[in-house]
T-cell receptor, first 111, second 113 residues
Framework: RKEVEQDPGPFNVPEGATVAFNCTYS??????FFWYRQDCRKEPKLLMS???SGNEDGRFTAQLNRASQYISLLIRDSKLSDSATYLC????????????FGAGTRLFVKA | DAEITQSPRHKITETGRQVTLACHQT?????MFWYRQDLGHGLRLIHY???????NKGEVSDGYSVSRSNTEDLPLTLESAASSQTSVYFC????????????FGPGTRLLVL
């Protein structure tokens, strides 16, 4: 089982739709969580951190469920410019460097 | 503006050749990382450094080496390129104590024939 798993998609949604992605992680000792965005043939860029109580940044909402070991990203009112791959990132401070990137979920927003 | 650059952006080489990929950042970040990205695998850590003269192996370090002689640069060397090392390579940096908030370079696409 991979340490961090994401549905690869693609998710095809119309403009204005609400879409949600989940990401599961296997290490219960994981301590910090993030979502990165990667455009086609570009580098990943930090989208937002994920806090235990959940957090919003405009149209984006991130949530953490420690009991079930998953994080989620909700995008409301999807825009064409939201089309990208969304990478889930999980970090556990169990010694050494342990930041794991998921393989990503592809999103296509259509006009 | 501060930035992180990689060179070359594209490289074609032959198996057995030594290849060095450059990474240069002007953020003055202590932490620097090298990843490779392959379809279905996501980003996998090759090597990382927490400061000058510090280097550490990541998840997929076999066949790769790095050195850190100054804060700005972390070159990645493929000792003897193999076809399995065909990939997109990303360099990243972050501030001390902020390992996960990483700033990535534009990537180098390497093809080993």
């Amino acid at each position: 089982r991979k340490e961090v798993e994401q549905d690869p998609g693609p998710f095809n949604v119309p403009e204005g739709a609400t879409v949600a992605f989940n990401c599961t992680y296997s290490n219960s000792a994981s301590q910090s969580f993030f979502w990165y965005r990667q455009d086609c043939r570009k580098e990943p860029k930090l989208l937002m951190s994920v806090y235990s109580s959940g957090n919003e940044d405009g149209r984006f909402t991130a949530q953490l469920n420690r009991a079930s070991q998953y994080i989620s990203l909700l995008i409301r009112d999807s825009k064409l410019s939201d089309s990208a791959t969304y990478l889930c990132v999980v970090n556990g401070n169990t010694g050494g460097f342990k930041t794991i990137f998921g393989a990503g979920t592809r999103l296509f927003v259509k006009a | 503006d501060a930035e992180i650059t990689q060179s070359p952006r594209h490289k074609i080489t032959e198996t057995g050749r030594q290849v060095t990929l450059a990474c240069h950042q002007t953020w003055n970040h202590n932490n620097m990382f090298w990843y490779r990205q392959d379809l279905g695998h996501g980003l996998r850590l090759i090597h990382y450094s927490y400061g000058v003269q510090d280097t550490n192996k990541g998840e997929v370090s076999d066949g790769y080496s790095v050195s850190r002689s100054n804060t700005e640069d972390l070159p990645l060397t493929l000792e003897s390129a193999a076809s399995s090392q065909t990939s997109v390579y990303f360099c990243a940096s972050s501030e001390r104590g902020q390992r996960e908030t990483q700033y990535f370079g534009p990537g180098t696409r390497l093809l080993v024939l």
